[in-house]
Nanobody
């Protein structure tokens, strides 16, 4: 079973940046599609960005042109660079393996980690 550990969250002012990291256990990491999700208080968890083993990337419209997902297969890591942060980006952020053939139907596969909290506020 894959274990996922997220880190890098914090408190940042609007317009600021953060870089989230996720390290996954397991030797099959490089063949999996990895994703970042977020969940704001009182809202459903939403898919933010995905990256395939070959590097194909997709983003939710709400973060396109501000967030960048990347991965390091050698270290079983996936990252989320978040720029131009807005108060509405405030949420707990989670990574996971996903399965599916398009952004709209990706389904998470692994157990959720503890997440990392991002708070955007002045």
């Amino acid at each position: 079973q894959v274990q996922l550990v997220e880190s890098g969250g914090g408190l940042v002012q609007p317009g600021g940046s953060l870089r989230l990291s996720c390290v996954a256990s397991g030797s099959a990491f490089k063949i999996n599609i990895m994703a970042w999700y977020r969940q704001a208080p009182g809202k459903q968890r939403e898919l933010v960005a995905t990256i395939t083993g070959g590097g194909s990337i997709n983003y939710a419209d709400s973060v396109k042109d501000r967030f960048t997902i990347s991965r390091d297969n050698a270290n079983n890591a996936v990252y989320l660079q978040m720029n131009s942060l807005k108060p509405e980006d405030t949420a707990a952020y989670y990574c996971n393996l996903v399965i599916g053939n398009r952004f709209s139907n990706y389904v998470p596969l692994g157990d959720w980690g503890q997440g990392t909290q991002v708070t955007v506020s002045s």
